[in-house]
């Protein structure tokens, strides 16, 4: 298979903005503004790719709603990481049946991560036919030239060729929060756990050039962005596939070099690759939040193994704690699984043991989830259902009074927080290590930096007072 990543050239790109001014014309002839309506499912890549379809439909003269009833275009931006998040969007897929009888004309289109599984093209072809088109990661950049064939040839369209994946530089962005930004740094990923879908779907590692990556945050900063966060299945590998020489640690202080009064996040790291310059680099600079999240998925070295994750309980133990020595302040959070196919009761002790030791501020829990054409959806998997939720309640009842005693710390600190928004009566901001703190005060302070004084805390968020 071919495996060199695809540039799209400034021309392919031409072409697709042509498109964009065709259907717009499509719709001047019409003689009014037509809507559209995306919804978005999974991680942080699929809410910067969302961004980025609405770019299109918005160059293509599209006004974005926030509901599929009556919109001329609905996207599904989906995420297949779990089988509960796919019986998600078919459910909801489903549903879009009786919003286009209502409105005959209504295109709906599903892509993302399930875009890439031939189960889930196939499925739709088949039984899903109020379906106008569907088209996987790689094709995003194509999205114009795919809604106008959709629009004028009133045929179904398919755009779920595999490849190793392409980066285009350039598709016009409509972004959720003018604020605080995603920037994807890299697509894809090489690592193949066993329990991943991720790397068949989204296609191989590849980064953007740091030149690009550079313009694009100073650009932010300059409009206003007060946080970027820097996205890739595994950031730590940025870089290896550009033999330019400049690993993440270094992007990461360029970006902390410019001028402005910004903070850097960045997700998700992949502990293999988490190196001490990381962590020195992270410590050097205020602009860089002291905040990491390094999924760790077990705390046993066999499951680990298992899970081809390339590295051992002892190593992931000793990268925290020299993270912790040289940040003091870090705010720490993680993923892991539960039943993976042959943990044993011991090993799942072994999880337990280790969030206890390491003390995460807090924790992405999952039941492992078979995923076909995966290595570990064909492994021997004995434990019953029952066992493993009862695991899962466990580690959440553990978990939950660890992050409960981490907050309960922070009552009485003075915090530098971004203010970044209203809920209700109160409003929200976020600390330098990401937790939530909600207090009184007027609108005018959203978009500034505030000093907070924590009065108090629950499990999930921190109250606080000018
Ligand atoms: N690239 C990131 C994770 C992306 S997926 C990383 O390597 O850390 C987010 C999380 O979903 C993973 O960390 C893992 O904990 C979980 N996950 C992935 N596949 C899963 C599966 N088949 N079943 C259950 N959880 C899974
Ligand atoms: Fe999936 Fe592993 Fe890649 Fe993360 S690093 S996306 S868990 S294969
Ligand atoms: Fe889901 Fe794809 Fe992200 S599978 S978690 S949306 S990379």
Redesign the pocket.
Known sequence: MNTKTTIISQAQLEAQFAYCDKIAALWCAEGRTPTAYVETYG?QQNEADSEKIRGYLTQSGYSIVKEAEGADVVVMNTCA??EHAEQRVFGNLGALTHTKRRHPEQKIFLCGCMAGETKVSDRIKKSYPHVDGVFSTHHLWQFPEILFNVLTRKKRQFYVTDEPGSIAEGIPQVRDSQLKAWVSIMYG?N?F?T????PYVRGRERSRQPEDILRECRELIENGAREITLLG??VNSYGNDLKSGMDFADLLSAIAALPGDFLIRFM?S?PKDASTKLFDTMAKYDKIAKQLHL?F?SGSSRVLKAMNRHYDRETYLEKVRYAKSVMPDLVLTS???VGFPGETEEEFEETISLIQQVHYDAL?T??????TG?P?ASMEDPTPKEEKNRRFDKLCAVQNSISEQIHEAYTGKRLRCLVDGRDKEMLTARTEGGRLVRFEGCDSLIGTYQMLTITGATTWSLTGKL
Do not use: G, K, L, W
């Open positions: 991680c990481i779990r990923c690592n756990c329990y991943c879908i991720v299945q595994n998700t992949h999924p998925q993923d892991v699984i992405f999952f039941i492992f989830s078979p995923r995966t570990a």
